[in-house]
């Protein structure tokens, strides 16, 4: 069965600071990883994804995020925080062979001015 | 862009009410999804299609039926809400070749 576990249910950051936002996942087979985005009252935005390949991807508003299939684990990073960062953030997982994904219970990532 | 649309941001029912929730895409997806999003749990999946009057059950799909007559809708009823079922309703799609879901803006429920 899949899973997916995000540790912290808060993240606060001072903006300028480097940010990681932390995510593993148990998955039969290879994964197809993802990060999305949430404001408030609004849905999910897709921010990158890792499907084979460079364990490094980039995404969307300077984030990226690397794969470690040895710890199982897919962390969010950015190398310089905003406020407008603030938002919940949730990793997901998919196995390759299906349309199922299985989303983490998300990390409130609060950026202080 | 892939836009998905549901019908309503804000909805309060009554409970015993059938509730009618609807969700549209416009990029000739063929899969599509159902969650609902409660604080601390994520989002769990109620049903999902991956063609038109097709449809699976996903984690959680008691209380809840879905429709899909055309490839674009894809609907979520309550057949008789209950106050257990206040939530924020998420749709989603995706295309079969593709990787990623695309989401809609989700429709807050409220249940009294």
């Known amino acids: 069965a899949q899973s997916v576990a995000q540790p912290e249910d808060q993240v606060n950051v001072a903006e300028g600071n480097p940010l990681t936002v932390k995510c593993t996942y148990s998955?039969?087979?290879?994964?197809?990883l993802f990060w999305y985005v949430q404001y408030p009252n609004r849905g999910l935005q897709f921010l990158l994804k890792y499907i084979t390949g460079d364990n490094l991807v980039k995404g969307s508003y300077g984030f990226e995020a690397e794969f470690n299939k040895s710890q199982t684990s897919f962390h969010l990073k950015k190398p310089s925080a905003l406020v407008s960062d603030s938002a919940l953030y949730f990793c997901?997982?998919?196995?390759?062979?299906?349309?199922?994904?299985?989303f983490g219970p998300g990390t409130r990532l609060s950026v202080l001015p | 862009d892939v836009k998905v649309t549901q019908s309503s941001r804000y909805l309060v029912k009554r409970t015993g009410e059938k509730v009618f929730l609807e969700c549209v895409q416009d990029?000739?997806?063929?899969?599509m999804f159902w969650y609902r999003q409660d604080p601390g749990l994520g989002l769990r999946l109620i049903y999902f299609s991956y063609d038109v009057k097709m449809k699976e059950k996903g984690d959680i799909p008691e209380g809840y039926s879905v429709s899909r007559e055309k490839k674009e809708r894809f609907s979520l009823i309550l057949e008789s809400a209950s106050t257990n079922q206040t939530s924020m309703y998420l749709c989603?799609?995706?295309?079969?070749?593709?990787?990623?879901?695309?989401f809609g803006p989700g429709t807050r429920l409220t249940v009294t």
């Open positions: 990029m000739d997806h063929e899969n």
């Open positions: 997901a997982v998919r196995a390759i062979y299906g349309q199922n994904f299985v």
């Open positions: 998955v039969s087979g290879n994964p197809y």
């Open positions: 989603a799609s995706l295309l079969a070749a593709g990787y990623e879901q695309y």
